[in-house]
C-alpha cells in the first residue's frame, strides 16, 4: 500500500502514451505528466535523507507540501480574530483601518473578555477633557539642539534587514506625519535620508557608518554623519529585545556593494556585529561615552537602548549617573516581545525581560536616584493601539516606538518571511524584484495616517479619563483583574519607589534594587557578592 500511487503512475503511462498518438494532445501532456511524477517517485525510493519519501514516494511529498503551506492555512482559515502569533487578526486589522482613514469603529458590543483575569482597563471620569490637538509632544535634550519628540515614532529599521523602498515610505511617513525614524544599527542608507523625514541615529556594537577598519569607533566619521541637518538624535544600541546578549552576522554573500558602502565594511565578506562594545567596558564608560558622542555631535540628544537583563546592570548604570553628573537624554526600552529580521528560538522566547516589567523597573530606578526628571524614557514592542500607548506611559514611558505596526501599514502580511529574502510584500527582502512592488507615494501616505488617527485615538481615549497629556498618566490609571474576586490599581501590583529614596538610604519597596545598589559600582557591570 506504500507503493499503490507510485504503482498506479506508471500504470497509466501507457494508456496515456497509447491516446496520445490517436486521440489529442492533452493526453500527451498527461503521459509527459505522468513520466515525470514516476521518475520522481523513483528517485524517492532510492534516496536516503528523506525517510517518509523513501517509504511513501509521490504521496509523501503531499505532507512536506501541506506543511509548507500550513501557517497560510492557519492564518486565513483557523485562527481566531484575537489568536496572537504574534500579532492577532484584529490587531492589524486596526493599523490597515487607520492607515487607509476608514472607520475603525467597532459595532455590538465588546469581544474581549472583561471577567478575564488579568484584564486592564483605564477608568473614566466623570469630567471628561476635550483635547483640541492630539500632536503630543515631550523635550528631549538641551539647547539649540533640543527635540520635540512626537508620542509615537518609527522603531529601529536598518537597510538590509527592510528593503529601500519600505525604509523610503517610513522616512517619507515621518517627513508627512512630522515624527520621528530610527535608522536601525545598519547605518544611515540613502533611503533613510531621500525624503527628509527627521532621524534618531542608531549606533550598535558593529558601528556602521562611524567604522574604522578594525571595526571600532572612528570619531572623525561619526562628527561627519552626525552633522547632518536630518540627524535629530542618536541612540546607542546596547542590547535588542527579540535577541538581548546576542551579536548577529550578515554573510558575505549578503554584503552587496550598497551595504558595504553604507555600514563601512569589505563588500562580500561576512558582516559581524559583535554582541557587546568595544568603546567602552564599565557604566561610567558608557556614559563617557555618551558625552563624547554628545559633544561630537554639536550637542544632539544622546541616549541608549536596552532590554533590561540582569537587573544590577542598570542599576550600576544609574549609580554612574550619580556619581558623576553625566546623563544620557533618553533611555529606551525594548521589551522582549520586540520584533527582529532574524533571531534564535530560544532568545527571542526565553531571553530579556518583558516591556511592561522593563519600563516599570527603569522607573523606578530613576526615581529611587532621583533622576528620572532629567532623563527621559521610550518603550518599544509589541504596542499597537492607543490603549497601548496610554498603558506603557502609565507604567513609565516618555513616549513609545513602533516598527511592525508601521510594516503592517505598509502591506505587510505578517508572513514571517523576513529572514529568508522571500517577503511576499517586498519589506523585508532586498530582491529589486519584490520591493518593486512598493508604491513609496501611496504607502508612506498610510503610514502618516496610522500615525495621526493613533494618536488622536489616544487623545479620545485619555481626555475620557480625565487627562489633558499622556505626561499625566500614572499607575493609578490603570485598572487590572488579578482574579475573579481581586481587582487592583496597577500602582498597588507593581512597586511604588520614592523620589531619591536610595539617595537618603530608604527602603525602596522594589527588592531589585534594595538587594543590589550598595552592591553595584560605577566601574563594573557585575555586583559585588
Same mark, same amino acid.
Given at each position: 500500500?506504500?507503493?499503490?500511487?507510485?504503482?498506479?503512475?506508471?500504470?497509466?503511462?501507457?494508456?496515456?502514451?497509447?491516446?496520445?498518438?490517436?486521440?489529442?494532445?492533452?493526453?500527451?501532456? %498527461?503521459?509527459?505528466?505522468?513520466?515525470?511524477?514516476?521518475?520522481?517517485?523513483?528517485? $524517492?525510493?532510492?534516496?536516503?535523507?528523506?525517510? @517518509?519519501?523513501?517509504?511513501?514516494?509521490? +504521496?509523501?511529498?503531499?505532507?512536506?507540501?501541506?506543511?509548507? @503551506?500550513?501557517?497560510? @492555512?492557519?492564518?486565513?482559515?483557523?485562527?481566531?480574530?484575537? $489568536?496572537?502569533?504574534?500579532?492577532?487578526?484584529?490587531?492589524?486589522? %486596526?493599523? &490597515?483601518?487607520?492607515?487607509? /482613514?476608514?472607520?475603525?469603529?467597532?459595532?455590538?458590543?465588546?469581544?474581549?473578555?472583561?471577567?478575564?483575569? $488579568?484584564? *486592564?482597563?483605564?477608568?473614566?471620569?466623570?469630567?471628561?477633557?476635550?483635547? /483640541?490637538?492630539?500632536?503630543?509632544?515631550?523635550?528631549?535634550?538641551?539647547?539649540?539642539?533640543?527635540?520635540?519628540?512626537?508620542?509615537?515614532? +518609527?522603531?529601529?529599521?536598518?537597510?538590509?534587514?527592510?528593503?529601500?523602498?519600505?525604509?523610503?515610505?517610513?522616512?517619507?511617513?515621518?517627513?508627512?506625519?512630522?515624527?520621528?525614524?530610527?535608522?536601525?544599527?545598519?547605518?544611515?542608507?540613502?533611503?533613510?535620508?531621500?525624503?527628509?523625514?527627521?532621524?534618531?541615529?542608531?549606533?550598535?556594537?558593529?558601528?556602521?557608518?562611524?567604522?574604522?577598519?578594525?571595526?571600532?569607533?572612528?570619531?572623525?566619521?561619526?562628527?561627519?554623519?552626525?552633522?547632518?541637518?536630518?540627524? =535629530?538624535?542618536?541612540?546607542?544600541?546596547?542590547?535588542?529585545?527579540? /535577541?538581548?546578549?546576542?551579536?548577529?552576522? %550578515?554573510?558575505?554573500?549578503?554584503?552587496?556593494?550598497? @551595504?558595504?558602502?553604507?555600514?563601512?565594511?569589505? #563588500?562580500?565578506?561576512?558582516?559581524?556585529?559583535?554582541?557587546?562594545?568595544?568603546?567602552?567596558?564599565?557604566?561610567?564608560?558608557?556614559? $563617557?561615552?555618551?558625552?563624547?558622542?554628545?559633544?561630537?555631535?554639536?550637542?544632539?540628544? *544622546?541616549?541608549?537602548?536596552?532590554?533590561?537583563?540582569?537587573?544590577?546592570?542598570?542599576?550600576?548604570?544609574? =549609580?554612574?549617573? !550619580?556619581?558623576?553628573?553625566?546623563?544620557?537624554?533618553?533611555?529606551?526600552?525594548?521589551?522582549?516581545?520586540?520584533?527582529?529580521?532574524?533571531?534564535?528560538?530560544?532568545?527571542?522566547?526565553?531571553?530579556?525581560?518583558?516591556? /511592561?516589567?522593563?519600563?516599570?523597573?527603569?522607573?523606578?530606578?530613576?526615581?529611587?536616584?532621583?533622576?528620572?526628571? #532629567?532623563?527621559?524614557?521610550?518603550?518599544?514592542?509589541?504596542?499597537?493601539?492607543?490603549?497601548?500607548?496610554?498603558?506603557?506611559?502609565?507604567?513609565?514611558?516618555?513616549?513609545?516606538?513602533?516598527?511592525?505596526?508601521?510594516?503592517?501599514? &505598509?502591506?505587510?502580511?505578517?508572513?514571517?518571511?523576513?529572514?529568508?529574502?522571500?517577503?511576499?510584500?517586498?519589506?523585508?527582502?532586498?530582491?529589486? &524584484?519584490?520591493?518593486?512592488?512598493?508604491?513609496?507615494?501611496?504607502?508612506?501616505?498610510?503610514?502618516?495616517?496610522?500615525?495621526?488617527?493613533?494618536?488622536?485615538?489616544?487623545?479620545?481615549?485619555?481626555?475620557?479619563?480625565?487627562?489633558?497629556?499622556?505626561?499625566?498618566?500614572?499607575?493609578?490609571?490603570? *485598572?487590572?483583574?488579578?482574579?475573579?474576586?481581586?481587582?487592583?490599581?496597577?500602582?498597588?501590583?507593581?512597586?511604588?519607589?520614592?523620589?531619591?529614596?536610595?539617595?537618603?538610604?530608604?527602603?525602596?519597596?522594589?527588592?531589585?534594587?534594595?538587594?543590589?545598589?550598595?552592591? !553595584?559600582?560605577?566601574?563594573?557591570? #557585575?555586583?559585588?557578592?
Amino acid at each position: 500500500m506504500r507503493y499503490l500511487v507510485l504503482l498506479l503512475v506508471w500504470a497509466g503511462l501507457l494508456p496515456a502514451l497509447w491516446l496520445a498518438s490517436s486521440v489529442s494532445q492533452f493526453w500527451l501532456l %498527461l503521459a509527459m505528466l505522468l513520466l515525470l511524477v514516476g521518475l520522481s517517485g523513483l528517485f $524517492d525510493m532510492f534516496q536516503t535523507s528523506a525517510p @517518509i519519501l523513501r517509504n511513501y514516494p509521490v +504521496i509523501g511529498r503531499l505532507r512536506f507540501f501541506l506543511q509548507e @503551506i500550513r501557517p497560510q @492555512i492557519r492564518q486565513y482559515f483557523i485562527e481566531a480574530d484575537d $489568536d496572537e502569533v504574534p500579532y492577532s487578526r484584529d490587531q492589524r486589522a %486596526l493599523v &490597515a483601518e487607520r492607515s487607509r /482613514k476608514q472607520d475603525s469603529a467597532r459595532p455590538f458590543g465588546s469581544l474581549v473578555g472583561l471577567y478575564q483575569n $488579568d484584564h *486592564v482597563w483605564i477608568n473614566h471620569a466623570v469630567q471628561p477633557v476635550h483635547i /483640541k490637538s492630539s500632536d503630543f509632544r515631550i523635550p528631549v535634550g538641551q539647547g539649540p539642539h533640543a527635540y520635540e519628540m512626537s508620542i509615537l515614532n +518609527i522603531s529601529g529599521t536598518s537597510y538590509g534587514a527592510l528593503s529601500g523602498p519600505a525604509l523610503e515610505s517610513f522616512n517619507r511617513g515621518a517627513k508627512l506625519g512630522g515624527f520621528a525614524h530610527n535608522s536601525g544599527e545598519g547605518g544611515i542608507a540613502p533611503a533613510h535620508t531621500r525624503h527628509g523625514g527627521d532621524l534618531v541615529w542608531q549606533i550598535g556594537t558593529g558601528y556602521f557608518g562611524c567604522r574604522s577598519e578594525e571595526g571600532h569607533f572612528d570619531a572623525t566619521k561619526f562628527a561627519t554623519e552626525a552633522a547632518r541637518d536630518q540627524v =535629530k538624535m542618536i541612540e546607542i544600541k546596547l542590547s535588542q529585545g527579540a /535577541k538581548p546578549g546576542h551579536g548577529g552576522m %550578515l554573510l558575505g554573500a549578503k554584503v552587496t556593494a550598497d @551595504i558595504a558602502r553604507i555600514r563601512g565594511v569589505p #563588500q562580500g565578506e561576512d558582516c559581524i556585529s559583535p554582541a557587546a562594545h568595544s568603546a567602552f567596558h564599565t557604566p561610567e564608560g558608557l556614559l $563617557d561615552f555618551v558625552a563624547e558622542l554628545r559633544q561630537l555631535s554639536g550637542g544632539k540628544p *544622546v541616549g541608549f537602548k536596552l532590554c533590561i537583563g540582569h537587573p544590577w546592570e542598570f542599576l550600576a548604570i544609574a =549609580k554612574a549617573m !550619580v556619581e558623576t553628573g553625566q546623563l544620557p537624554d533618553f533611555i529606551t526600552v525594548d521589551g522582549a516581545e520586540g520584533g527582529t529580521g532574524a533571531a534564535p528560538a530560544e532568545f527571542m522566547d526565553n531571553i530579556g525581560c518583558p516591556l /511592561k516589567d522593563a519600563v516599570v523597573y527603569v522607573d523606578n530606578v530613576l526615581r529611587a536616584a532621583n533622576l528620572r526628571d #532629567q532623563v527621559r524614557v521610550a518603550a518599544s514592542g509589541k504596542l499597537v493601539s492607543g490603549f497601548d500607548i496610554a498603558r506603557i506611559c502609565a507604567l513609565g514611558a516618555d513616549w513609545v516606538n513602533m516598527a511592525r505596526p508601521f510594516m503592517f501599514a &505598509a502591506g505587510c502580511i505578517q508572513a514571517r518571511s523576513c529572514h529568508n529574502g522571500k517577503c511576499p510584500t517586498g519589506i523585508a527582502t532586498l530582491d529589486p &524584484a519584490r520591493s518593486r512592488a512598493i508604491n513609496v507615494a501611496e504607502k508612506s501616505q498610510a503610514i502618516a495616517n496610522f500615525h495621526k488617527h493613533t494618536r488622536q485615538a489616544l487623545a479620545e481615549l485619555i481626555g475620557a479619563a480625565g487627562i489633558s497629556h499622556p505626561a499625566k498618566l500614572n499607575r493609578r490609571h490603570l *485598572v487590572q483583574r488579578v482574579n475573579q474576586a481581586d481587582i487592583k490599581l496597577a500602582e498597588q501590583i507593581y512597586p511604588q519607589v520614592d523620589a531619591g529614596a536610595v539617595l537618603a538610604g530608604q527602603e525602596t519597596g522594589d527588592p531589585r534594587i534594595d538587594s543590589y545598589w550598595h552592591r !553595584v559600582s560605577k566601574n563594573s557591570f #557585575q555586583p559585588r557578592f
